[in-house]
C-alpha cells in the first residue's frame, strides 16, 4: 500500500544535478537525478517526486538575482517570509486589523461565489468547477486584470532580391551630391575624330 506524503528538504545551496518535467495543471515533477550529484545527496530527490514550491533565500543575493527571480515568478501564485521594523502598538494593531481585513474579505467572496447562479458559470461552453468558480470570483471582485499576452514583433516585409539582377555598383553620395542632379558621367570608347 502506497502512502503519498509532503517532504521539506534542508536549506542548502547548490540544488544541481536533477531534471524535471511536466508542467501547467499537470505539475512539475522531477524526471532525472544524477547519482552523487547534490540534488541526491543534500536533498535526497527521486525521480517522480512532485516539486510543490521551492524557496529561495534572499541573504546574500545579489540585486540582480532577486530582481529576475521575483520578475520571473509575477504571474505564479507566492508566499513571501518577511522581517519588518515595526513602531509601537499602534502600527502593531494596523498590522492585525489588516490580516483580519484579509479573513473577511476570503469569507465575502466564498458567500459571493456560492450565491452566483449555476448559468453564470459557463466559460466557452465548459463547466466550471467549485475551485475555478472561486478563483473567478476572486479575480472578478478584486480586479486582477489577465495575465499580459507576450509582446508580438511585427517585422517589416522587405520584397525577395533573389531573381533580381544587381545592376553594377552603386556610388554613395555625400550630402552635397544628394541635392544635385544625377549626371551620368559617359566617358568615350570610340571618338568620332579618329
Known amino acids: 500500500e502506497t502512502m503519498e506524503v509532503t517532504l521539506k528538504t534542508e536549506v542548502e545551496a547548490g540544488a544541481s544535478g ?13 524526471k532525472k537525478v544524477l547519482k552523487e550529484s547534490p540534488a541526491s545527496k543534500i536533498f535526497s530527490l527521486r525521480e517522480g517526486d512532485q516539486l510543490l514550491s521551492a524557496t529561495i533565500f534572499f541573504d546574500n543575493i545579489k540585486y540582480e538575482d532577486a530582481l529576475k527571480i521575483l520578475q520571473y515568478s509575477e504571474p505564479y501564485r507566492v508566499q513571501f517570509s518577511l522581517k519588518r521594523k515595526i513602531a509601537g ?40 468547477s467549485e475551485e475555478d468558480r472561486e478563483t473567478l470570483i476572486v479575480s472578478q471582485r478584486i480586479g486582477r486584470s489577465k495575465r499580459p499576452k507576450k509582446d508580438r514583433l511585427s ?12 545592376l553594377g555598383h552603386r ?19 570610340s571618338t568620332d575624330t579618329e
Not at 155 to 166: A, D, E, L, T, Y
Open 18 to 30: 536533477f531534471s524535471v518535467t511536466g508542467g501547467g495543471n499537470e505539475g512539475i515533477f522531477i
Open 89 to 128: 502598538k499602534e502600527e502593531l494593531e494596523h498590522i492585525h486589523s489588516a490580516a483580519q481585513y484579509k479573513k473577511e474579505r476570503i469569507s465575502q467572496e466564498k458567500e459571493l461565489s456560492e450565491s452566483i447562479p449555476e448559468e453564470t458559470l459557463h466559460v466557452s461552453g465548459k463547466a466550471i
Open 155 to 166: 517585422w517589416p516585409k522587405f520584397q525577395s532580391i533573389k531573381n533580381k539582377r544587381i
Open 171 to 189: 556610388r554613395s553620395h555625400s550630402t552635397s551630391d544628394a541635392y544635385e542632379p544625377a549626371i551620368q558621367d559617359i566617358s568615350p570608347t
